[in-house]
């Protein structure tokens, strides 16, 4: 019978079919661990495991970016102690300033079409944007799996997101990806796999917003399969194939001709809307980045609107590239230079303010329109403060004017 | 020590349920900005669970205390931290109609049993004193009885050892490898 693509993947690693509902023990190609949560997956190896050593440091990765560079005395220990931690391991670690865990294992090609890719981190959905079976894991589970080299999955139904047409102007992936969680809610996918269909012409980009959202559905997994530019960049393997025959536990039809701009609402991000039903709201904040939103073309896209332009008086416009790669990117052009001259501020490359730490911290009744994936009460900092999400274009477009912009009435 | 045999050891002590409703988010579990990596040397995450969304769980919650919940508990973030603040506060149940993927498997993780029951959810308020029994797999409060549903053979397994760790540390494999 005909697999879905997460089906083939856990497959291939079983070593014979495995079916949806069926628990399995097998061996990730990736575990990653980032500095926020990389403290206590050491903590539970080498206390509550009694395990000394990783199973296989290859195996390993670890990543400095959720608070990068560290803001106190306890951060920066805390990081020490991931850096011996690999040094002593032999284990990979991207430093601070290389940018976001998700974004970073793309561009150095460690997530690849087939993977299984777990991570301490909920949005290692991201991967499938590269065709990976990534998917998000606590503590534990990720100490588990360094230390044995395996991981146990639930192997789980598809879900599979049949798309048409092709963008109208102003409307971007964060539009689709917000209009999926406004059709499916906040659990709409919780233990699926999400498979993209009819998106081969999307660029990379484009892919890594929608699967990185694939977790605020709920989802295991986000999977494209591995097409148009992907196959440009990496190998897909021989054994994984698209069969449009696979049998999937649910199918949702989504023509893009009809989709308009969308926008979360404080304080869940399934409380979408179209964008014209908030325009004029006023913001304080806007924030460009994020694993979600953070890459060069969403820089690029804020910078057209940018060009000749300034920031409304009174509004914040703070920019965190996604990685350095994406940051010199923008540097080669005229791109930073157009939103450093708008009067943005340019911070580390990482995880940013996205979950209120630095960078960026929301104080009371502070309103922020971010372009990121997550807008739960105090996610960015005061529980009083509020989180709109949105595209780069409504970004750059409501920094302009200071309240909530169509991009396509500027 | 493994949690349920803790509550159920000694004294019959009534116990109480924290009733909350639908989509707690683990930023509401505990906020990012009160991450162990976050704090300062002393402080301790269990005195931050709930600590914007219910100020007062985390000074009132006392061991044996049970969680009841609308759908998708624990949705959002992967942070462990947040089902270990209501281990450290000794809750020892939760129950919803659902929960969220990665809660549910931290949870389990680490020896805290969840149970999937829209009707127990329904039938018990905020605030009711109650008495949970792990061994009989039940609740009972006020002469009523409430069956809990039965744990999935590897759950029942792992919070048996109080753990997967434990688990792992005494089987040498997964629950069913």
Redesign the interface.
Known sequence: MAQTIAEQILSHAAGRPVKPGE?V?LRPDVIMAH???A??VIS?LHN???MQHVADPDQCVLVMD??APAS?V??AD?QNLVRAFAREEGIRLFEVGRGICHQVLVEEGIARPGAIVV????H?TSYGAVGSFGT??????I??AMG?G?V?FKVPETLQVRVSGRFNQGVEAKDLALYLARRLG??GA??MAIEYLGLDWLPLDGRQTLASMAIEL?A?AGIFPPTGVVTERFSAPDWLECNPHAVAARQIEIDLAVLEPQIALPH?VDQVVDLSTVAGQQIDVVFLGTCTNGRYEDMRQAADMLRDRQIAAGTRLIVTPASRQELQRAIADDTMSILLDAGATLTTPGCGPC???HQG?LGKYDVCLSTGN?N????M?H?SSQIFLASPGVAAASAITGHITDPRDL | MRLHKMMNEGEKQMSRVWKFGA?V?T??IV???Y???????GQDVKDYAFI??RPGFASGAAAGDIIVAG??FG???????A?EALRRRQIAAIIAP?F???FY??AI??GIPLYESAEITQALEDGQEIEFNFQQSQISSGGTIYSLPELPD?AAQIIDSG???IY??EHG?????
């Open positions: 628990l023990t500095d926020s949560l403290p206590s539970i509550r495991l009694g959720h608070v106190t306890g951060t805390n991570g301490s981190d909920s290692s998000g894991m606590g503590s534990t589970d100490a588990l044995t395996k146990w906040i659990d919780t233990y709920g295991k869940s979950m209120g730490r911290t997550r739960f009460r105090g996610r900092g529980p | 989509d988010d930023d509401q906020p990012g900005r991450a162990p990596y976050m704090l300062k040397e914007e969304a759908p998708n949705c959002g973030s992967s942070r462990e931290y089902p659902s969220a993927r990665i498997r931290n993780n680490l590897f753990g997967i760790t792992v540390k494999r997964f629950p069913g490898e």
